[in-house]
């Protein structure tokens, strides 16, 4: 079983920046990959971001460029790094997580982020 806490979300003025922070119950070493989902209000579950084990990346074609996603294994922690953000950036951001040798995917309760105009 694994947990994951997000925190970080908030209000933002478009243009702004947040960090996202998502903490592991166990060591994120032992995830063959870790990732930040977003679902906006009427509108599916979208990646955002992800990082596998090895340390590769990979970004929605729409946020490329603005967020970084990174990772602090001392810590335990998977970070969000949004920049620039825009209104359409306005969804409740998911941490998830799938441990090496299982296809379950662990998920955090979510926190806000809102982009205003």
């Known amino acids: 079983q694994v947990q994951l806490v997000e925190s970080g979300g908030g209000l933002v003025q478009a243009g702004g920046f947040l960090r996202l922070s998502c903490v592991a119950s166990g060591s994120i070493l032992n995830m063959n990959v870790m990732a930040w989902y977003r679902q906006a209000p009427g509108k599916q579950l979208e990646l955002v971001a992800a990082?596998?084990?090895?340390?590769?990346?990979n970004y929605a074609d729409s946020v490329k460029v603005r967020f970084t996603i990174g990772r602090d294994s001392a810590k335990n922690t998977v970070y969000l790094q949004m920049n620039s953000l825009k209104p359409e950036d306005t969804a409740v951001y998911y941490c998830?997580?799938?441990?090496?040798?299982?296809?379950?995917?662990?998920w955090g309760q979510g926190t806000q982020v809102t982009v205003s105009s």
């Open positions: 990082i596998r084990r090895a340390g590769s990346t």
């Open positions: 998830a997580a799938q441990p090496i040798g299982t296809l379950t995917t662990y």
